[in-house]
């Protein structure tokens, strides 16, 4: 055919028609097999989703060969008649399996929908039945050549008998069929009163404050929650309603063309009965060579709206992750979806002018395009497995530290767990023979060897045999000073080893940071043989960075924790000097001036007659005022409450906290309420290490004493009351609750900084634990402090 030929109307509107089928091929065929490859393959729904997508595949494999070359006689079994009654299985199941998946997602969400999906299925299943039989029994329709003359020109079979399965029936039945299954599980009776109710009130203008739009929406979407409480299939359907609603709203565009059509066949088709002598007009021809030009303009357009159809559904899938059933890596496979849709454009354009240029066999054509779909879908699927793959081996680099676990185990524990690191990275991420990690800095262990043998031989002294590719360089690292720049450009290196007495290469690679050479990487030949590419070494410089980073932390937070413990014992024997040299030195000495303050009196006394009473008066008030601060210090000093560690030793941690309570807070609140039983507190006792204790008998004190001081805010009348807690199921949790002003009131009336609590909670996080403290408006305070059963070994 030439290319004239090709752009007359009738040949150029075949060509789109199967343009559009070629394209729907490809598009429902990637997503068949990107769901059955990503989906969990146990789940029923995700099998129902990988047969309809399927099937809706070999319905437009079908329909592109009936397009094609409709009216060509094939010798064999696969004519036009076969692949006509072929497509009535995927014709008939598509729109089922659509209700199938509409009223699995919707059931998901409402208990209604649950129940009455067995009715439902069944409704649609008996009306799809009824579609297949007449369409067996027609004898019109049983035939393509009969179908399309019935279509386009009202001619059938043996029309004088109107009976069940005549032409008049069949259209019907069909169309509801298609109808009920689009918008089944969308537009229900019940939800259709609720739309017409709310337009009702709207055309009536009794609406509320509420605006239209959410009217509507809380009409149709029932069954709603929150996204806050939704699963992962909830969820995705959640999202994934609207674009799935506007692709049911275009399955009745569809519908409504179709009927269009249905309506204008049965019109003709009476006008065939009721006229005797029929004008030769109304005869078709004797053969067709063509389908009809208003039948394929008809056929475009409703292929046309299942490819908008295909694309909204296909959004839904790699977006929200409809039929998946597990979350997928929904950016990477939109942007291959996206690329998807512009392939299986190019291709059926391509595919549609070449068969008509070259009179090609179409099916050849489609099969080859099959199968290259199905590599692409296989391509992506396993380019993508091998990126979570590899994303599961990193996970031991990528994943936090926790400061607990660091802080609770020694330097040599921290040291096997690195070793498993470096392990890790050199057996199942590079898959190396042998490898060893020098480090040049700092306490801890100097290397980390990965069967690396003491008759494994290197000569760092040797000039390397070939340099590797310097490391691309951060933004912040191209900006730092010349003489890191000038380490920065040492890179990667080979050099010769003896392995087991035989010479093989070694590739060497320095580490550098802010400290300049801090340590050096040699890895071994690969287990299969290969080379290192680029994105291995800068994998292992990465791996091995972190290994020394983690390295800095733990050294780092030692030195934080020594520091702390250091301040702690001089802030104790700061307190216990300082009761020594009340106790020693300056009570004495005020006591020694009072004595000898009065040894003076009696002389004061014998010569007050030749005296003025000034200096008796004077003598007085200086040895009242003496006597005074005598007194207040000594009572200072036998009240001052024992020191935490003296009570933890002797009492335990909850009876300590309970004896502080009842002696030391006794007039600041006016109801305690102790709620830890003696099982538990016996419990605690024993479980609680005493550094831990001490820091928690500290933590509950400030959260008394904050309690006591700014509990009443301005109103010193004001009861509180104290509610104390604690737990052990397993994790140590102690609570401490007041009914006060809350901290928002408390804060304008008092002048509290909060420093005290989040000093204790800095320390307590340091040990593994953490110290909450929540408000309310309405009132009171509760602090949380909370201790892993990890933090407590």
Known sequence: MSLTTLLEPAYLFQTMAV????????????????????????????????????????????????????????????????????????????????????????????????????LLLMCSGLLGCAVLVSLIFNRSTFTFAGTIRLLAFGDVVDGANVNLFSPLVLPMLFLCYLAFCAIGPWFTPGRMGQLLKVFWLALSGRMEKRSLRERL????????????????????????????????????????????????????????????????????????????????LLDIFSSG????????FGYSIVRHGILIERPLARRGFFEQWRGIVIVATTVALFIAVFIKLTSSSLSGLLLITSLATGAYALFTWSS???????????????RSTTLRYWLNT???KTERSMEDLFFHL???????????????????????????????????????????????????????PSYEAKEASVHAYRIRMVRQGLSTICW????????????????????????????????????????????????AVLAIAGLLRRRTVDVKLLGAQQRRVLHDEILPHMHLALLKLESLRPFVHANEQSRSHEPNEALDEVVGAISDAHRRLAAMMRTTTTGA?????????????????????????????????????QCIDEIVPPAIAELLFAAVQEALRNAARHGRGSDVHRRLCLTFSASCQPHLEVIVADDGVGIMAASSTTTGTGGGLLTHSALLAIAGGSLAVKSWPEGGVTVRILLPVEALR
């Open 19 to 118: 343009a559009l089928s070629v394209f729907n091929l490809v598009a429902f065929l990637w997503l068949t097999f990107t769901v059955w490859l990503n989906s969990d393959r146990r789940s029923m729904i995700a099998r129902v989703g990988f047969v309809g997508l399927g099937m809706a595949a070999l319905f437009f494999f079908i329909h592109a060969l009936l397009i094609a070359n409709p009216f060509a006689h094939t010798p064999g079994l696969v004519s036009a008649d076969f692949l006509w009654r072929l497509i009535w299985l995927p014709a008939l199941g598509v729109p089922y399996i659509w209700f199938v998946i509409g009223l699995h997602y919707a059931s998901l969400i409402s208990e209604q929908w649950r129940r009455r999906r067995p």
């Open 508 to 555: 060497v690679l320095p580490i550098y940071d802010d400290l300049g050479l801090v340590a050096k990487l040699y890895l071994g030949p690969r287990q299969d043989g290969a080379v290192f590419t680029n994105e291995d070494i800068e994998l292992a410089h990465a791996c091995g960075q972190r290994i020394l980073d983690t390295l800095r932390d733990h050294e």
């Open 426 to 480: 050199c057996k199942d991420v590079l898959d190396i023979q042998c490898a060893r990690l020098i480090v040049l800095s700092g306490p801890a262990k100097r290397s980390f060897d990965y069967r690396w043998s003491s008759d494994d031989l290197i000569d760092d002294d040797e000039p390397p045999l070939v340099k590797g590719k310097r490391p691309v360089l951060s933004a912040n690292q191209q900006e730092q």
């Open 645 to 681: 560690p003296l009570r933890l030793e002797r009492d335990g941690l909850m009876h300590a906290i309970r004896t502080m309570i009842e002696h030391d807070f006794q007039q600041a609140f006016d109801e305690v309420r102790w709620q830890v039983a003696e099982e538990t507190a």
């Open 384 to 398: 993508y497995t091998a990126h979570d793959r590899y994303i599961a081996l990193l996970g031991p680099f990528l």
């Open 217 to 296: 929406v809380d009409a149709f979407w029932d069954g709603r929650r929150s996204l806050d409480l939704s699963g992962e299939p909830e969820l995705s359907w959640h999202l994934a309603r609207p674009i799935l609603l506007l692709a049911a709203l275009l399955m009745v565009g569809l519908v409504v063309c179709l009927g269009t059509l249905s309506v204008r066949s049965m019109i003709h088709w009476f006008q065939l009965h009721d006229t005797a002598s029929s004008n030769s007009l109304l005869h078709p021809p004797a053969t067709l060579s063509m389908i009809p030009p208003n039948l394929v």
């Open 305 to 312: 709206l299942v490819a908008v159809i295909v694309l909204l």
């Open 410 to 412: 020694d330097l040599q």
